[in-house]
């Protein structure tokens, strides 16, 4: 190729014509078949691209790409992984918290079925005692109110309280 080919070629170059014969190139906004492309250009920063703006731009391999599917895969699988292990802990200690009210509950039920010959009212203590054939009752009176020598067994002291649960009262 001579100096004369050449600067033809260069001329050609703007109209979006290759400078070799048979080689295609994009050049200058203009494709191989004539036709111009209209979409709409990046306008942002050149980091921020979605496609290389240089040729100096490192390659994007489907190599590159499959690991940092993978590393995302293992960050995604031990953020699960850890908020499952959370949820286990607390689905855990829920279930003995449920195990606590249901034996609440339980005694609690044990206790209003307990013969008083007074009324429940909330607020005030009632005293367990209980007959040698195995019958409970609730008094008022507290052992000492019996001169220390109360007729049956203390089993416990009790409050009643506004929601009708019971609470076991320390001697």
């Not at 829920?94 to 010959?117: F, T």
């Not at 609730?138 to 929601?163: I, K, V």
Request: net charge neutral; aromatic share 6%.
């Amino acid at each position: 190729m001579d100096c004369q080919e050449f600067c033809l070629g260069a001329c050609r170059l703007g109209e979006g014509r290759s400078i070799l014969p048979g080689r295609r190139e994009f050049l200058g906004g203009v494709s191989m078949n004539g036709k111009r492309y209209r979409g709409p250009n990046h306008q942002g920063a050149d980091r921020s691209a979605p496609y290389p703006l240089s040729r100096l731009a490192p390659a994007v391999e489907l190599v590159d790409l499959a690991q940092e599917i993978a590393r995302a895969d293992e960050v995604v699988a031990a953020r699960a992984n850890a908020e499952l292990r959370l949820i286990a802990e607390q689905i855990r200690a829920l279930q003995q918290r449920a195990r606590q009210v249901l034996e609440e509950a339980e005694r609690d039920q044990a206790l209003h079925r307990v013969r008083c010959h007074c009324r429940r009212i909330p607020g005030k203590v009632y005293h367990l005692y209980e007959r040698p054939d195995g019958e409970r009752y609730f008094s008022l009176l507290s052992p000492e109110d019996w001169g220390g020598a109360p007729p049956h067994q203390h089993c416990g002291a009790y409050r009643l309280e506004a929601d009708m649960r019971w609470v076991a009262l320390d001697d």
